[in-house]
């Protein structure tokens, strides 16, 4: 499962855990604060890449994993990038997961908001330029389809996971109604950002750059 970073790959993890019964794995380091405190809050795959976990997650390219690992196949899963990088923006100022610094601190310090975006943008469309132009099947899920019509986005994607066309009737149609019918996943508590909500931290200037690159 591949992701630019605060994508929703934690939402999504939690979702497949539930649906599926298996832990989902990680190529990352998990001596590191951040993963170790994924693994400590309850996904406790991270830094499994072996037959142990059916789905690994990865930033690859944007960033190396510590264990090496082959894929047959990828999710590959999508946000808007004014939300992803601005809960991006969120992480490193604070170093956390699910902390927030504060709306005025975006006009606060302009020069660090607006090097951050334009720095990240081309890091954004790089990362999904090498995983739309890979050699393997590549299923597209969007974050805002699972915030939004969960049932929907996890009908689609166990299809592609299962390799079939048809899951009508399964025991997995009924795991995946089970599984979304319920209150989303909460790994850690997600910050109010959402879907759609940080558009105001954007100016045109802004906007225009990311434009130039869509």
């Known amino acids: 499962m591949a992701s630019y970073p605060r994508s929703g790959n934690t939402l999504l993890r939690g979702y497949l855990e539930r649906i599926m019964g298996l832990v989902t794995g990680s190529d990352c380091d998990i ?31 944007e960033r190396y994993g510590k264990t090496k690992f082959g894929a047959e196949r990828v999710i590959l ?5 004014l939300d992803c990088i601005t809960s991006l923006f969120h992480m490193v ?19 660090h908001w607006t090097e951050f975006i334009e720095q990240e943008i081309a890091v954004w469309k790089d990362f999904y330029d090498f995983w739309l132009n890979a050699k393997i099947p590549v299923h597209v899920i969007r974050y805002e389809d699972i ?9 689609h994607l166990m299809k592609f996971i299962l390799n079939e066309d048809d899951i009508s009737g399964t025991r ?5 109604k089970l599984g979304t019918q319920e209150k989303a996943p909460e790994v850690y508590k997600p910050r109010k950002g959402q879907v759609g909500r940080n558009n105001e931290k954007f100016n045109m200037a802004h906007l225009e750059f990311i434009k130039s690159y869509a």
């Open 77 to 81: 899963l999508v946000r808007n990038p």
């Open 31 to 61: 001596t590191k604060k951040l993963n170790l405190e994924l693994m400590e809050m309850g996904l406790a795959g991270e830094g499994l890449v072996d037959k142990r976990v059916w789905v690994v997650k990865t930033h690859y390219p």
């Open 93 to 111: 100022c604070t170093g956390s997961h699910d902390l927030s610094i504060a709306d005025s601190d975006f006009s606060k310090f302009p020069a």
């Open 147 to 155: 915030v939004l019509n969960p049932n929907y986005a996890m009908t």
């Open 172 to 176: 997995i149609e009924k795991f995946i």
